[in-house]
């Protein structure tokens, strides 16, 4: 039971490379989430996907594009990479967005923009 | 969107009960409170979650009074291993998303 997988867990960047980060989860959610989290800091909403074809801005989507490929699959695109963008992402899905259920969380992939 | 306030850091020995509150003045009818616990290089991982009064479950209890307005996580007989940040979160269905505050950190000391 994989739950949510993430690829890949390090990754360094040149500024201005691009790299799409990608996740899975075998659980049959329906919604999908991308976080950041800087040092010291709780988890900030970059994108969500509520149901498979939907996708939403969160807190902090400048920067980022998101695709949910299907029902298991939702990538997080860095087109340009900065610095600022230099965090660690998470992925994480529930079974539903509207009803606050338990979300489940991959191991993170620690990205460094230089 | 519903906000929540925690202790930034807090320190306990081994075998003692833990209590963490957390305030969420504007929680909605709708909102559940929910807890998360994150070990350090790890995603955050669900402990337990509530909408009013008492919960319970083998890892913790979650007490909630009437107004909702805060809400209490309590760790029985804390061990080292129980060292992490603890997330409360109050649910939002209007913008369907987990709010995640900075969290509250738990040092437990032997």
């Known amino acids: 039971n994989a739950g949510v997988t993430q690829t890949p867990k390090f990754q360094v960047l040149k500024t201005g490379q691009s790299m799409t980060l990608q996740c899975a989860q075998d659980?049959?959610?329906?919604?999908m989430y991308w976080y950041r989290q800087d040092p010291g800091m709780g988890l900030r909403l970059i994108y969500y996907s509520a149901s498979e074809g939907t996708t939403d801005k969160g807190e902090v989507p400048n920067g980022y594009n998101v695709s949910r490929l299907n029902k298991r699959e939702f990538s997080l695109r860095l087109e340009s990479a900065a610095p600022s963008q230099t965090s660690v992402y998470f992925c994480?899905?529930?079974?539903?967005?509207?009803?606050?259920?338990?979300?489940?969380f991959g191991q993170g992939t620690r990205l460094t923009v230089v | 969107l519903a906000k929540t306030t925690q202790p930034i850091s807090m320190d306990s020995y081994e075998g003692q009960e833990v209590n963490i509150t957390c305030s969420h003045n504007?929680?909605?009818?709708?909102?559940?409170i929910t807890w998360y616990q994150q070990f350090p290089s790890q995603g955050p991982r669900f402990i337990i979650q509530g909408y009013k009064t008492k919960v319970t479950n083998e890892v913790a209890s979650l007490f909630i009074p009437a107004d909702r307005k805060s809400s209490t996580l309590s760790l029985p007989r804390v061990s080292l291993s129980d060292t992490a940040v603890y997330y409360c979160?109050?649910?939002?269905?209007?913008?369907?998303?987990?709010?995640f505050g900075k969290g509250t950190r738990l040092s437990v000391i032997a």
């Open positions: 994480a899905s529930s079974e539903d967005w509207t009803k606050n259920t338990e979300a489940f």
């Open positions: 979160l109050v649910g939002d269905p209007l913008a369907g998303t987990l709010v």
């Open positions: 659980m049959n959610h329906n919604s």
């Open positions: 504007n929680i909605a009818t709708n909102d559940y």
